[in-house]
């Protein structure tokens, strides 16, 4: 369960159903939930978009919602979201498109809450690899929940993670 509050939890399982739906609804590539760490090359450039949550409750932190995606499923994503074809996609709507599949995420999330939270933009960085996303949540922040999913034989991680700072 992702404890967000004491009055305030969501199951792993909404979380990974949530994900599979945007994945497939909006990008039309499949994504698969899988429990068991794949066999797949952590050392490859990845795109980190997250979206930062406020909800609206007493005793509720900020909460940050991450979607780690190896760079290159990242641009066959935007280039299915822009109908690319077969040309490649830029940096810029690789990022974009990104920022719109976490903030996407993030507002199903937010449904899956008792209460409403206020999202803030969206954010996406370029990360060497996958060695941070695999340390999970940096401290003092709380893991609220995490889905592993594979694509094409491809990584992904969507992350839930509560701040620990009280701010």
């Known amino acids: 369960m992702l404890r967000v509050a004491p009055d305030i ?10 994900t599979e739906i945007v994945w497939l609804s909006t990008l039309g590539l499949p994504l698969r939930s899988t429990d068991h760490a794949l066999g797949l090359a952590d050392h490859e450039p990845i795109v980190a978009a ?5 909800p609206h409750a007493r005793g509720a932190r900020p909460m940050t919602v991450t979607l780690h995606c190896p760079l290159d499923l990242a ?7 822009y109908s690319l074809g077969n040309r490649a996609a830029s940096d810029e709507q690789t990022h974009h498109a990104m920022g719109h599949l976490v903030g996407i995420v993030a507002s199903g999330v937010t449904s899956l809450l008792p209460v409403s939270s206020r999202p803030a933009p969206a954010g996406v960085r370029d ?15 709380r893991q609220l929940g995490e889905a592993t999913f594979d694509c094409d034989g491809r990584r992904v991680i969507v992350r839930v993670c509560e701040d620990g700072t009280g701010e």
Do not use: I, K, W
Not at 11 to 18: G, P, V
Not at 127 to 141: I, N, S, V
């Open 9 to 18: 939890e969501l199951a792993r399982h909404d979380l990974s159903q949530l």
């Open 127 to 141: 990360e060497p690899d996958f060695t941070a996303a695999l340390r999970g949540c940096p401290p003092p922040a």
């Open 75 to 81: 641009r066959r994503a935007a280039a299915s979201l």
């Open 50 to 54: 997250f979206v930062r949550l406020y």
